[in-house]
């Protein structure tokens, strides 16, 4: 079964910090899509950075990052000069090229201090 | 440009009451539909998702039912509310295309 782990409940950084989230999914497929979501204290979910799985470049969308390591299955996300707004749960999630069902992560509680 | 509508924003039910939770998307046309429940501090919980108008599939046994009477509408449905059943409700659509979902704004729904 595809499963994927996010393995900080929680975590914490100062104002323009840099924070790295955690994330590993288990498959035994080739193609597939990678995600980090973003559910701010509204609760609103807004999709971060998309990741396709064949391409070797980490994605990039200004200051949010990944670090996609396919082979230790592994999909991190970056966030650099992190501010109060980032504040959120953030949620990994993996989607197999087969079946457009996404398999989430439990999600990480960011918060950024001032 | 495509958009999600998803009401009530809020709900607080008595036990044993109905339930009807509407989602309706603009601007595409046979999209995949999701309904997802959320408990506080926690995870998605996939509860149905629909390929096309009449199908849907349920992920979990409860106490819900999904429907989908027209190509853009996706309703949530309860005869009878579980003080279980509190929670916040989040509907999303996409295209198939591994372009990730868009989501809507959800409901908190509170049984009372």
């Known amino acids: 079964a595809q499963t994927v782990t996010q393995s900080q409940p929680e975590m914490s950084v100062q104002e323009a910090e840099t924070v790295t989230l955690s994330c590993t999914y288990d498959?035994?497929?080739?193609?597939?899509?990678l995600f980090w979501y973003k559910q701010p204290p509204s609760r609103q979910m807004i999709l971060v950075i998309r990741?396709?799985?064949?391409k070797q470049q980490n994605a990039t969308e200004n200051r949010f990052s990944v670090n996609f390591q396919k082979a230790a299955k592994s999909f991190s996300l970056k966030i650099s000069d992190s501010q109060l707004g980032d504040t959120a749960m953030y949620f990994c999630?993996?989607?197999?090229?087969?079946?457009?069902?996404?398999?989430w992560g439990a999600g990480t509680k960011l918060i950024i201090k001032p | 440009s495509q958009t999600i509508h998803q009401w009530p924003a809020t709900l607080v039910q008595p036990v044993g009451s109905p339930l009807s939770l509407e989602c309706t998307v603009e601007?595409?046309?046979?999209?995949?539909l999701y309904w997802y429940r959320q408990a506080a501090g926690r995870g998605l919980q996939l509860l149905f998702y629909s390929v096309g108008i009449g199908q849907i599939s349920s992920e979990v046994p409860q106490n819900l039912s999904a429907s989908r009477p027209q190509d853009r509408q996706f309703i949530l449905s309860s005869k009878k509310l579980l003080l279980s059943d509190s929670g916040f409700y989040l509907c999303?659509?996409?295209?198939?295309?591994?372009?990730?979902?868009?989501f809507g704004s959800g409901t908190r729904l509170t049984v009372v």
């Open positions: 601007g595409t046309s046979n999209p995949n």
């Open positions: 498959t035994s497929e080739n193609n597939y899509y």
């Open positions: 999630a993996f989607g197999p090229d087969s079946n457009y069902q996404l398999i």
């Open positions: 990741q396709e799985a064949y």
């Open positions: 999303a659509w996409d295209a198939g295309d591994n372009y990730g979902y868009t």
